[in-house]
C-alpha cells in the first residue's frame, strides 16, 4: 500500500500481482477518506460515518490528529488548529510525553487516533483486493516533518500493525510518479508546487537520464532518475486557512444579524461547538464552489439561538479576504529556489498538486511570480503523492519487479553529536545539555575517517563535538567517526543550533536521542598493554529521513611476529662448484648462512612490495592511457636484423654455458614477520529519549496496543450483533412477504392454523423488536431468530417438495427403463455377461420401482400440511446398488479367443486371416500377413496370434459401433 496520510484526507493505492497500480476505493466508493473519528455509543466509526454525523457531534469526533504526531501544544502547527475552530483541541500529557484528544471521558494519544485511521485504510484495501488485509506499506510525510514527527508516524504503524518499509516525503512521490515513465536525454528542472489542508509545499527536482546494469552480467539500458534540488515550504498556510477566512467573514455577518434582532450586542456564535462545525462546514463548500463559480448564495437553518444564516459571497469578496494569504503563498517558491541555488530562469516547468491548487487566484498568484510560466497540470493532484508512494513501496519490495527509476531525495535538517565522559554526563544530569544548548556548531568537528586521528584533551574534560550531517545533505548515506579512548561515553545526537540550521521549523525540540556506550573500558584493561582503542560510531541518515547509530565497535591493533615457510638456495653444496657459479655470475659470497636467509627473507617482502608499486602504477597507467610498451614495430625488426646478429650469437654461447652449469638446489626454511592483528570488541549501546515530546516506550506501547484491540473487539461484538439483528428483521419480513406473494403455494401445504400461527409469529417478533428487544443482546437475538425460522423452515420445505419430488421420481423410472434396454443388449453384445447375472440387475431394478410405488401411495395418503414421507433427496440413492453393480459388470472382459496350433501351415494363416479380413472390411491384417509369409515358421506362428487377438477386438469395437453405445455409456 501507499497511503498519503494528509492532515485531514487519507488516499490509499494498492499494488498486487496481476493489477495494475490504483486508487483504493472505500466502502462508500469515494476515492479518498476523511481522515477521523467518531466515538458514538462504545463504537467507532470512519471516514464518511463521521464525516456526516460531524455537524452533530463536533465533540467526539476528532480530527487532524496526524498534525498533532511529534509536537506538543506550543507548536505553531498545533495551535493553528484553534484559529481553525476545531472542536476538539489536544493537550499535553506529562506522564505520555506527547499530547492527547480527550473524547467522551476517554483520552487518546494522536498516535493511537491515527493508528486506528491506518488500520481503517489496511481494512479497505483488502475489501477492494478482494484479499487480506496488506501490511506492508509506504507512508508520505510533508518536508519539513522532523524525526520526532517521522518516529511518531512509524509508533502509529506499530500499533496498526503495520510493516513500514519506507517513508517519503510527499513532493518526492509526487515527482516519482511524474518521473515513472520519464527518460530525458537533457537534464530538466521541474518545479513542484503543493498546497494542502495545512501547508504548502514546494520542491525543485531535476530528471535526467543515465545507464544502469541491472545484473552484473547485463548489458546497460537507460533509465530515467531524478533528483531533489531545493525545497522551501510554509507549514501553516493551506487550504484550511482559507476556509477559516470564508468562517470569520461568515460570523461577522451572523453575529451582527443576531444582535440587530436580539437588540443585544454581546451575543457571539464563537460560544456555540456545534454552530461553529457547521460553519466550518460550510466554508468548505463555499470555496469549492467558488473555484469554478463568481458567486454562491449561503443558508443555514437555525444556525445559533434560532436564528438562520443568510448572506452571499461572491469570488472577488473571497479574493479580497484571502489577499494577505495569497501573498504568503508565493514566499516557498523563492526559499527553494535559494536552496537549490538557482533561479526562475533554470526553471523548465512547473507542476501544480494538491487540493489548493483548484483556487483560480492562488494559480494567477503563481503564474505571475513563475514570470507567467504555463502551469502544469499533468499528473493527478490529489492522488499522486499515493500513487508515487506505492510505486516507490514495489521497488523497496522483494515481492515486485518494476521498472527502475533513480531517486535521490535531501534531509533540511542539520544534526550534530556530542561525546563526552559517561561519568561525567552522568554527574552533569541528563538534562545539563538540553537547556544550555548545543554546541555541536560551536567547537570544530571531530576526526571522521578520513580525517587524521587526534587524542583527546584532559582525561576530566574529554568531549568531541561534530556535525555529521549538514542541511540539505542527501539521505540514504551512511558517516563513521573514529576516535582514541579509553573510558566508556555518553552520545548526544541533536539538531544543530538554530542560528546554523535555518530550514528547522520553529518549535522543534533540538534533541533527537541519547546514548550510553559502554564496553570501551573493560576492552582497553583488558589490552592496556597495547594502548588506547579506536572507537568507531557508524551512523545513518534512511532514505526516510531517520538518523540512526548503527554500529558502535572498539579496535585494537597489535604487531606480532610469526613465523612463515620461504625457499631459499641450498647453501650446502660443493663450495667449489658455488664459488664457480658465483663467480661467473660476479657475485661474492662473504657473508655466513644466516645473514643470506634474512637477506633472502627480506628480499622477498621487497620484491612483493615493488611489484604491487607496479601493478598500481599500471592501473594509473592504464586508466591514463599512456602505458609503455617494450614490443618493437615489424617495420623496425627488417632494419635491425643485422645489428642484432651479433648479439644473438652470444647470447646463444651464453646459454649453453648456462645450460653446463649445475642448477642450485632449493630448501624451505623457516623465517620470522612482522604481521598486524586486529583486535575488534562490539560496544554495549543504551538508547533513552530526553526533551519535552518522547517517541513510545515499550510500556506506553504495550498500554495502547491493548487498548485499540479492546476497541477492536467491541467493534467486532457490535458488527455481529447488528447482523444478527439485520438476521431477524429481515426473517420477520421474509415470513409476512411469503404468506402474501406464495399465497396459493402456502395454502397447498398449510391448513388455516399453520398460516395464522406464522402471520401471528412473525407480528409479535417485529413488535418485541422494536420495543423490548431494542437493547437485547447477541445471544438473545440468535434464540429470537431460531424460534422464527425452525417453524417457517417446515412449510418452505414442503412449498419446495411439490414440485422436487414429482421430479425426482419421473427421473428414477427413467433412468430404470434404461437400464432394463440395456441389458437386452447386453444378451448380444457382452457375451461375457451370464444369464443370471443379468437376471440379478432387473431383479434390483423391479425391487426400486417397487419402493417407488410404495412410497408413493403412502405419500397420497398423507395430508399435504402434514410432514411428508416421500422426500426428493432419497429417491436418486435407491439405484445406488444397481449402478454399482451395472459398474463391475461393464469393466468384465471378453474371453480370449483358442490359440492357433504352431504346426499350421502358412497357407492357412492366410485364409483364415482373409477370412477375418472379410468379415471385418479391414486392411489392417494384410501388412501382418504379408510379413509372416516372409518369416520363418515360428515367428509366423507368433504373429498369427496377434493377427486373431486384433480381429477379436476389432469385431468387439464393431458390435458396439453396430449398439450405438458402449457398457460405460449406456447409463
Known amino acids: 500500500m501507499g497511503i498519503d496520510l494528509g492532515s485531514f484526507f487519507m488516499k490509499v493505492a494498492l499494488v498486487q500481482r496481476n493489477s495494475p497500480l490504483e486508487i483504493v476505493t472505500n466502502l462508500h466508493s469515494k476515492r479518498k477518506t476523511e481522515q477521523m473519528v467518531l466515538f458514538d455509543q462504545g463504537s467507532r466509526f470512519y471516514g464518511a460515518d463521521a464525516s456526516s454525523l460531524l455537524g452533530r457531534k463536533p465533540q467526539l469526533t476528532p480530527s487532524g490528529m496526524s498534525v498533532c504526531l511529534g509536537r506538543d501544544e506550543n507548536h505553531p502547527n498545533v495551535k493553528v488548529l484553534e484559529s481553525l475552530h476545531h472542536p476538539i483541541t489536544p493537550t499535553f500529557n506529562e506522564t505520555r510525553k506527547g499530547l492527547c484528544f480527550e473524547v467522551a471521558k476517554a483520552s487518546y494519544t494522536p498516535e493511537e487516533l491515527v493508528a486506528m485511521v491506518l488500520n481503517h485504510a489496511k481494512e479497505i484495501s483488502g475489501d477492494f483486493g478482494e484479499m487480506p488485509p496488506p501490511r506492508d506499506c509506504v507512508l508520505t510525510v510533508p518536508s519539513f516533518a522532523t524525526q520526532h514527527e517521522r518516529s511518531a508516524l512509524l509508533d502509529s504503524a506499530e500499533l496498526a500493525n503495520l510493516n513500514v518499509l519506507s517513508l517519503i516525503e510527499e513532493n518526492t512521490a509526487a515527482g516519482l510518479q511524474y518521473g515513472m515513465d520519464r527518460i530525458d536525454e537533457e537534464p530538466i528542472n521541474v518545479m513542484f508546487y503543493n498546497m494542502g489542508a495545512t501547508s504548502t509545499q514546494v520542491s525543485i527536482m531535476t530528471y535526467l537520464s543515465y545507464e544502469r546494469k541491472d545484473s552484473k552480467y547485463s548489458k546497460a539500458k537507460t533509465v530515467g532518475g531524478f533528483e531533489v534540488k531545493g525545497k522551501g515550504w510554509d507549514s501553516t498556510l493551506g487550504g484550511d486557512i482559507f476556509s477559516a477566512v470564508l468562517v470569520d467573514y461568515m460570523v461577522e455577518e451572523f ?82 529556489l535559494d536552496s537549490a541555488n538557482m533561479t526562475l530562469a533554470d526553471i523548465n516547468s512547473i507542476e501544480m498538486i494538491g487540493g489548493g491548487m483548484r483556487v483560480p487566484s492562488l494559480q494567477a498568484e503563481v503564474k505571475k511570480s513563475m514570470g507567467d510560466m504555463t502551469l502544469g ?19 523497496v519490495s522483494t515481492s515486485f519487479r518494476v521498472r527502475h527509476v533513480g531517486m535521490a531525495d535531501m534531509n533540511p535538517f542539520g544534526i550534530a553529536i556530542e561525546l563526552q565522559n559517561l561519568e561525567e554526563a552522568k554527574k552533569k544530569g541528563i538534562f545539563g545539555k538540553i537547556f544550555g544548548g548545543n554546541k555541536g556548531d560551536k567547537a570544530k568537528k571531530a576526526e571522521t575517517k578520513d580525517d587524521d586521528e587526534k587524542d583527546g584533551e584532559d582525561e576530566e574534560e574529554w568531549s568531541k563535538n561534530a556535525v555529521i550531517f549538514k542541511p540539505l545533505a542527501r539521505m540514504g548515506v551512511t558517516k563513521t567517526i573514529a576516535f582514541s579512548h579509553d573510558r566508556d561515553v555518553h552520545l548526544s545526537i541533536d539538531y544543530s543550533a538554530v542560528e546554523n540550521n535555518p530550514y528547522l521549523p520553529e518549535g522543534t525540540d533540538l534533541p533527537i536521542a541519547r546514548f550510553n556506550i559502554t564496553g570501551i573500558n573493560e576492552f582497553a584493561n583488558e589490552k592496556k598493554e597495547l594502548g588506547k582503542p579506536k572507537v568507531t560510531l557508524k551512523f545513518e541518515m534512511t532514505s526516510g529521513g531517520l538518523v540512526n547509530l548503527i554500529k558502535a565497535e572498539a579496535i585494537i591493533e597489535e604487531m606480532v611476529i610469526v613465523q612463515e615457510e620461504v625457499e631459499v638456495e641450498d647453501e650446502d653444496q660443493d663450495d667449489n662448484e658455488t664459488n664457480e657459479t658465483v663467480a661467473k655470475d660476479g657475485e661474492e659470497t662473504t657473508e655466513s648462512d644466516a645473514e643470506k636467509k634474512e637477506e633472502g627473507a627480506a628480499g622477498e617482502e621487497e620484491v612483493d612490495g615493488k611489484k604491487d608499486d607496479a601493478d598500481r602504477e599500471k592501473i594509473d597507467n592504464d586508466e591514463k592511457g599512456d602505458v609503455k610498451e617494450d614490443t618493437v614495430d615489424a617495420s623496425d625488426a627488417d632494419d635491425k636484423k643485422a645489428d642484432d646478429a651479433g648479439g644473438k650469437a652470444e647470447d646463444k654461447i651464453e646459454n649453453d654455458e648456462k645450460k653446463k652449469t649445475k642448477k642450485k638446489k632449493m630448501k624451505k626454511i623457516m623465517v620470522d614477520k612482522e604481521k598486524k592483528k586486529v583486535h575488534k570488541q562490539a560496544l554495549m549501546v543504551n538508547t533513552y529519549y530526553v526533551g519535552k515530546t518522547q517517541p513510545y516506550s515499550e510500556a506506553t506501547m504495550e498500554e495502547s496496543t491493548l487498548k485499540l484491540q479492546a476497541l477492536a473487539d467491541a467493534d467486532a461484538a ?20 411469503k404468506l402474501i406473494d406464495d399465497e396459493e403455494l402456502v395454502a397447498k401445504v398449510t391448513n388455516e392454523e399453520q398460516r395464522t400461527s406464522l402471520s401471528e409469529m412473525a407480528t409479535t417478533a417485529e413488535d418485541w423488536m422494536y420495543e423490548d428487544g431494542y437493547d437485547a443482546g447477541l445471544d438473545t437475538f440468535e434464540k429470537k431468530y431460531k424460534e422464527l425460522s425452525e417453524p417457517a423452515e417446515v412449510v418452505w420445505y414442503r412449498m419446495s417438495e ?71 433427496s432419497e429417491v436418486p440413492i435407491q439405484t445406488k446398488d444397481v449402478e454399482k453393480m451395472i459398474g463391475k459388470l461393464s469393466k468384465r472382459p471378453k474371453p480370449k479367443p483358442p490359440k492357433v496350433e504352431k504346426n499350421e501351415t502358412n497357407e492357412e494363416i492366410k485364409v483364415e486371416e482373409e477370412e477375418n479380413s472379410d468379415d471385418k472390411n479391414s486392411e489392417k491384417t ?39 453405445e458402449t457398457p460405460g455409456e449406456e447409463l
Open 926 to 964: 494384410d501388412e501382418p500377413v504379408k510379413d509372416a509369409e516372409k518369416k520363418s515358421e515360428a515367428d509366423d506362428t507368433d504373429k498369427t496370434e496377434d493377427v486373431e487377438k486384433n480381429d477379436d477386438d476389432q469385431k468387439t469395437e464393431d458390435v458396439k459401433k453396430e449398439d450405438g
Open 255 to 336: 453575529n451582527t444579524a443576531l444582535n440587530k434582532a436580539r437588540g443585544t450586542t454581546d451575543k457571539d456564535v464563537r460560544s456555540n461547538l456545534r454552530a461553529m462545525t457547521k460553519l466550518r462546514i460550510q466554508a468548505n463548500k463555499v470555496k469549492q464552489v467558488l473555484s469554478a463559480n463568481s458567486d454562491i448564495p449561503v443558508y443555514i437553518d437555525a444556525l445559533f439561538d434560532d436564528m438562520p444564516l443568510s448572506t452571499h459571497i461572491s469570488r472577488a469578496k473571497f479574493e479580497e479576504l484571502s489577499h494577505d494569504l495569497l501573498k504568503r503563498a508565493v514566499v516557498p517558491i523563492q526559499k527553494a
Open 377 to 395: 497540470m499533468h499528473i493527478n493532484s490529489d492522488e499522486s503523492m499515493a500513487l508515487g508512494a506505492a510505486f516507490h513501496g514495489a521497488n
Open 718 to 737: 457490535r458488527i455481529e450483533l447488528e447482523e444478527a439483528k439485520n438476521k431477524v428483521e429481515s426473517y420477520i419480513y421474509r415470513i409476512k412477504n
Open 802 to 872: 411439490l414440485t422436487d419430488r414429482p421430479a425426482a421420481v419421473a427421473a428414477l423410472r427413467q433412468k430404470l427403463t434404461k437400464i432394463e434396454d440395456l441389458m437386452t443388449k447386453w444378451e448380444t453384445s457382452m457375451p461375457q455377461i451370464t444369464e443370471g447375472e443379468r437376471s440379478n440387475v432387473l431383479e434390483k431394478v423391479n425391487d426400486v420401482r417397487k419402493w417407488v410405488d410404495d412410497m408413493e401411495d403412502k405419500q397420497n395418503e398423507v395430508n399435504p400440511w402434514d410432514v411428508p414421507v416421500l422426500i426428493s
